[in-house]
């Protein structure tokens, strides 16, 4: 029989909780780590802030801000303070303008002793429940070498945990002091770095458990800190029932046999003005029309202009976003990062009911990745095995180099990832622009392999019949067949 896992305390970051298999182990000393600026504070107060809602004792031992300032900030973000004890051992004005001469002492003669002291009474006065030291590393300018150093961390961290207390202390990265030490007598380090996609979370060593592992991301934001881990399809799973899903559009449906299969992840591709948003819209207005819920997400374009082009060509958009049938989400990629994207998705999907869920485009979404070319396929197959699981029908957008010439099913070689991939081609026939649609792969079920006309009216989207007279479809350019057969089918409504 399994051993039970250990009880957990909340950081009070939903999030890291999340990476953390549900939070820290009670009465055991964390590291967080990072350079100047990176959020350690923060991540700090957030952990007391949680034990102060959860009636616990919370104290801050502050070695290097100024206790004034640091409530400040922390209240700024909307810390109660006044909850929070705050032993104040950063250096006052007074160790400036002292005029004394310690040059014939050591540092740890000095200071070190009477510091102690003072931590000892505090701690004991408080009896706290949870403590953050920040930054521990204030503590090796009080002492005069690296042995000593850790002796007294060592000593420190037993007496806090002897006392009880569920410590957090942070760490700046620095060549001048020995923080890789520090991992030794820790149960556990938070790291938080810097990348060119963003700010990432991780967690290297934690006792007593696993954690979640994989790229996670955070972000500080005027509430405090986010984190938004790394997503793990497997860890998801949604009932649902097989089944077609309708675009309404009886030509589309007769190409894909019915539709498209619920949970599954789809690939409209194809080059710019062809029509691609437009098509995959079809399915979510039929969607609402069953009374399910879509989300789309727009990478490449702004909300008022997709809204306007849709009410062009009929699709009832401001009644579904009325009724609640649609959300339409503007996404600046380069103000979020892949995991924090992930987490938008799971919301919708998750806590708001997505029955189907757009991205439009993939290129746009790869900007999230800040030229990490590596990662595409990675986080895109995440999502949409994530999707799949949750029984959500996914499309994905795709946009294509070429208006004309050698055909290509998509640009960013994820075609292996679509269960469907639905392609629309410009033609150039005797001198006038059409259009063309096609299915060239379905996992599912068997399809049309006919190529049909597309059109986008005022009133929707038209597909003509199969487009038998022409050869030579994909490359662009097709050369008539029958006589002006080809043409015929063209002009067909």
């Known amino acids: 029989m399994p051993e039970p896992l250990p009880e957990r305390l909340s950081t009070g970051i939903a999030g890291l909780d999340e990476v953390l298999s549900g939070g820290l182990i009670p009465e055991r000393s964390y590291m967080i780590r990072g350079q100047a600026g990176s959020g350690k504070t923060i991540l700090s107060l957030h952990f007391l802030q949680r034990g102060v809602d959860e009636g616990e004792t919370s ?57 102690t002291e003072r931590i000892v009474e505090g701690v004991t006065a408080v009896d706290p429940d949870r403590v953050v ?70 967690v290297p060593k934690f006792r007593g458990s696993s954690t979640q592992s994989g790229d996670h991301a955070y972000r500080v934001t005027d509430g405090g800190i986010e984190v938004y881990p790394a ?75 997709f809204l306007t082009r849709s009410r062009a060509v009929g699709i009832p958009v401001d009644e579904m ?24 998705v799971r919301e919708e999907v998750e806590e708001r009911g997505a029955d189907i869920v757009m991205v439009d485009g993939i290129a746009g979404y790869r900007l999230t990745l800040r030229g990490e070319d590596g990662m595409m396929l990675q986080q895109m197959h995440a999502l949409g095995r994530y999707l799949k699981n949750m029984g959500v029908t996914a499309v994905f957008i795709d946009e294509t180099r070429n208006i004309t010439g050698q055909f290509q099913a998509t640009v960013e070689n994820i075609s292996y990832l679509a269960d469907n991939i639905v392609f629309l081609r ?22 049309e392999r006919t190529i049909r006309e597309f059109r986008i009216t005022s009133d929707g989207v038209r597909v003509g019949e199969p487009m038998t007279g022409l050869r030579g479809i994909l490359s662009g350019t097709p050369e008539v067949v029958d006589g002006a057969a080809g043409l015929e089918t063209l002009d067909e409504e």
């Open 426 to 447: 410009h033609l150039e026939v005797q001198g006038e622009m059409r259009k063309a649609i096609g299915v060239l792969k379905k996992r599912t079920s068997d399809f």
């Open 231 to 305: 997503l793990q399809p497997g860890k998801h799973t949604g009932e649902f029932t097989a089944e077609q899903v309708s675009s309404g559009i009886e030509g589309v449906d007769d190409l894909l046999h019915g539709g498209l299969e619920r949970g599954t992840v789809s690939i409209i591709s194809g080059p710019t003005g062809v029509g691609k948003t437009t098509l995959s819209t079809q399915f979510m207005k039929e969607a609402a029309e069953r009374g399910e819920r879509s989300v789309i997400y727009l990478f490449e374009e702004n909300r008022q202009t």
């Open 321 to 344: 976003l009325e009724r609640g049938t649609l959300r339409v989400n503007e996404v600046e990629a380069l103000e979020r990062s892949p995991q924090e994207f992930a987490r938008m």
């Open 133 to 202: 030291v920040d930054p521990l590393t204030q503590l090796r300018f009080l002492l005069s070498d690296d042995y000593q150093f850790r002796k007294q961390v060592v000593g420190f961290m037993r007496f806090l945990k002897d006392q009880g207390a569920t410590v957090v202390f942070t760490v700046q990265n620095t060549d001048s002091l020995p923080t890789d030490d520090l991992e030794f007598i820790t149960d556990g380090t938070v790291r938080l770095g810097t990348e060119e996609y963003g700010k990432t979370i991780d």
């Open 59 to 115: 104290l801050f031992v502050n070695l290097e801000e100024d206790a004034r300032d640091l409530k400040a900030n922390a209240a700024a973000l909307g810390f109660d303070t006044d909850a929070i004890e705050f032993l104040d051992l950063s250096p006052s004005a007074d160790v400036f303008t002292e005029e004394q001469s310690y040059e014939v002492f050591a540092p740890s003669e000095v200071e070190s002793e009477p510091l």
